[in-house]
Nanobody
Framework: VQLQAFGGGLVQAGDSLRLSCAAS??????MGWFRQAPGKEREFVAA????????YYADSVKGRFTISREYVKKMVYLEMNSLKPEDTAVYYC?????????????????WGQGTLVTVSS
């Protein structure tokens, strides 16, 4: 599975931004987003399960971010609202046959390149 993430940029606190991820295939994997802030370890952000589109979010983004996917277009999105400076990070799209691997173990079999999101105060 090849993944390509895009849509990052520089925004102000309180703004919204949508990240997109194009996948070479999408029907047999669950998808997720992770992020890595400067000087910090990579962390899980959100995941969507392939079987029923169930979603799971990190507590830090719950209520502000929404993950969704379009199977026909093989796209996954991360809608980010009410952005905060602490959301500044490189965001990575990821995929794995196991939904649990994404949100429970914070791991993935496939990774895209990152896209940088910078939120200014």
């Amino acid at each position: 599975v090849q993944l390509q993430a895009f849509g990052g940029g520089l925004v102000q606190a309180g703004d919204s931004l949508r990240l997109s991820c194009a996948a070479s295939t999408g029907t047999f994997v669950s998808m997720g987003w992770f992020r890595q802030a400067p000087g910090k370890e990579r962390e899980f952000v959100a995941a969507i399960r392939r079987s029923d589109d169930s979603t799971y979010y990190a507590d830090s983004v719950k209520g502000r971010f929404t993950i969704s996917r379009e199977y026909v277009k093989k796209m996954v999105y991360l809608e980010m609202n009410s952005l905060k400076p602490e959301d500044t990070a490189v965001y990575y799209c990821a995929a794995d046959p196991s939904y649990d691997n994404l949100w429970r173990r914070g791991s993935a079999s496939y990774w895209g390149q990152g896209t940088l999101v910078t939120v200014s105060s």
